[in-house]
């Protein structure tokens, strides 16, 4: 099995940054791409970035220009979050897949809260 562990959220003030860590450990060798997600009240979760072993990324539209999606390793993952906005508070959460697009997660972290105030 395959464990993640997300940390660096936090309360920032709107225009601020925050950097987001995931730690991977288990069989870490299952590991294909990652990415992070998050999910604020009301709505469902969404794909905010992913990552392939190659280092090819993606961003939501919303997040585009703002946020940077890094990688280590199979067991480290970051996601670097400037100009935040209040809309981008969420839970965030690390996932990863064995095969195949982030898309559809075989195995996910707890989450991390990001509250952005204005």
């Known amino acids: 099995q395959v464990q993640l562990v997300e940390s660096g959220g936090g309360l920032v003030q709107a225009g601020g940054s925050l950097r987001l860590s995931c730690a991977a450990s288990?069989?870490?060798?299952?590991?294909?791409?990652m990415g992070w997600y998050r999910q604020a009240p009301g709505t469902q979760r969404e794909l905010v970035a992913g990552i392939t072993p190659g280092g090819n990324t993606n961003y939501a539209d919303n997040v585009k220009g703002r946020f940077t999606i890094s990688r280590d390793n199979a067991d480290t993952m970051y996601l670097q979050m400037n100009s935040l906005k209040p809309e981008d508070t969420a839970v965030y959460y690390c996932?990863?897949?064995?095969?195949?697009?982030?898309?559809?997660?075989?195995?996910w972290g707890r989450g991390t809260q990001v509250t952005v105030s204005s």
């Open positions: 996932a990863a897949v064995r095969w195949g697009p982030i898309t559809v997660p075989d195995y």
């Open positions: 288990g069989n870490i060798f299952l590991i294909n791409a």
